[in-house]
């Protein structure tokens, strides 16, 4: 029996997106996905680790690895995530530079090169909101390109979209179709991320707090779960289960005050928080979900190690805090 996903016509790429925090790579990969999987907002470093988000068309499967933004920080958490967003781009077959069009072009062009470091391989220009420029096909956007080239050499052609109203989106997708070499997909049919459930319940979750907060809470926010019983084909004394999960997460700020505003006046604010994300999660696990949410004050978590391993943020190469032991000399160490 021929197995579908091993189908000898199938196709199989795997696309980084890459850019400057906030350029819209997350609604790029949203859009194409048709499911808001990936958590967007306005404000910079919402994506803080790199994961697949696998689209079928026909019979070529496009693997995108949404990373996040590539920035300048001595920060402990965002080294960590700026090496999610190399590591992202790693063993891609190409990448996709976003780059703002309401910005300064060649500037962001520039700083990616320089941030990135490592070696980068095929990539293609995507110039992005084009929708909110008023003349997006007059701009001399192929002699950017050539500038662009001699800062980057990988770069191969460029494109201009907008992710929000759809421009040329069809155009890219087209070509990463003729661009993808033959082979078996690597995930099967239905299968959507490499990322597990659980993790897309801590982004629903953390995505609520930042869209509600904008405003009082910056960044300081983490997420983690405590306790995610699946309950999906459970029989319970005979009966199954209404519920499809019981989740208790916790919502992680640096100080007192910050708890009070997520908590808000008479729990308010939580509240909000955790009936829409249960309402996502309700929608990507297909039933109900009950879900109970606490705030925890975890001074400095963006510094421990402990939460960021359990946000999926592993030490970094130019992570600070490098554990050594006494005995060993430093150049046994590297
Ligand atoms: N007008 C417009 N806004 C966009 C477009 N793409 C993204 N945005 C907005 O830009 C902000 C950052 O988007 P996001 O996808 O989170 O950026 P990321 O940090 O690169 O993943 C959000 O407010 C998006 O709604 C676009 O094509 N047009
Ligand atoms: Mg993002």
Same mark, same amino acid.
């Given at each position: 029996m021929l197995i579908e996903h091993q189908h000898p016509k199938n196709k199989?790429?795997?696309?980084?997106?890459?850019?400057?925090?906030?350029?819209?790579?997350?609604?790029?990969?949203?859009?194409?996905?048709?499911?808001?999987?990936?958590?967007?907002?306005?404000?910079?470093?919402?994506?803080?680790?790199?994961? /697949?988000?696998?689209?079928?068309?026909?019979?070529?499967?496009?693997?995108?690895?949404?990373?996040?933004?590539?920035?300048?920080?001595? /920060?402990?958490?965002?080294?960590?995530?700026?090496?999610?967003?190399?590591?992202?781009?790693?063993?891609?077959?190409?990448?996709?530079?976003?780059?703002?069009?309401?910005?300064?072009?060649?500037?962001?062009?520039?700083?990616?090169?320089?941030?990135?470091?490592?070696?980068?391989?095929?990539?293609?220009?995507?110039?992005?909101?084009?929708?909110?420029?008023?003349?997006?096909?007059?701009?001399?956007?192929?002699?950017?390109?050539?500038?662009?080239?001699?800062?980057?050499?990988?770069?191969?052609?460029?494109?201009?979209?907008?992710?929000?109203?759809?421009?040329?989106?069809?155009?890219?997708?087209?070509?990463?179709?003729d661009e993808a070499p033959s082979a078996p997909h690597r995930y099967e049919e239905g299968e959507i991320s490499n990322k597990s459930e659980r993790f897309f319940v801590t982004e629903f979750i953390r995505e609520q707090a930042f869209q509600l907060l904008k405003e009082e809470l910056p960044y300081e926010v983490a997420v983690t779960i405590d306790e995610y019983k699946d309950l999906r084909g459970q029989d319970e004394s005979g009966r199954k289960s209404k519920m499809s999960s019981m989740i208790s997460a916790s919502i992680h700020v640096n100080r007192p005050s910050q708890r009070a505003i997520v908590i808000g006046s008479g729990g308010s604010m939580i509240k909000t928080i955790g009936t829409r994300a249960r309402q996502k999660i309700e929608a990507m696990v297909g039933g109900q979900v009950h879900l109970n949410l606490h705030v925890k004050v975890t001074p400095k978590w963006f510094k421990n190690n402990f939460i960021l391993e359990e946000i999926g943020l592993p030490r970094a190469q130019d992570s600070a805090r490098v554990w050594r032991q006494p005995s060993q000399n430093s150049e046994a160490r590297s």
């Open positions: 199989s790429i795997t696309v980084a997106v890459v850019g400057a925090p906030n350029v819209g790579k997350s609604t790029l990969i949203n859009s194409l996905m048709g499911t808001d999987l990936s958590i967007v907002s306005d404000r910079p470093q919402t994506t803080r680790n790199n994961f /697949h988000c696998v689209v079928n068309v026909d019979r070529t499967e496009i693997i995108f690895v949404d990373t996040p933004g590539l920035h300048r920080s001595g /920060h402990e958490i965002n080294k960590r995530m700026n090496q999610q967003a190399r590591e992202g781009a790693e063993s891609v077959d190409l990448n996709l530079l976003l780059i703002d069009l309401t910005g300064e072009v060649l500037k962001q062009i520039v700083e990616f090169a320089d941030l990135f470091q490592g070696e980068l391989g095929k990539t293609w220009l995507v110039f992005t909101k084009s929708d909110l420029l008023p003349r997006a096909d007059e701009l001399p956007l192929t002699m950017v390109f050539e500038k662009a080239k001699t800062i980057i050499p990988a770069l191969e052609r460029f494109f201009y979209i907008s992710a929000t109203d759809g421009t040329n989106v069809n155009e890219v997708v087209g070509a990463l179709c």
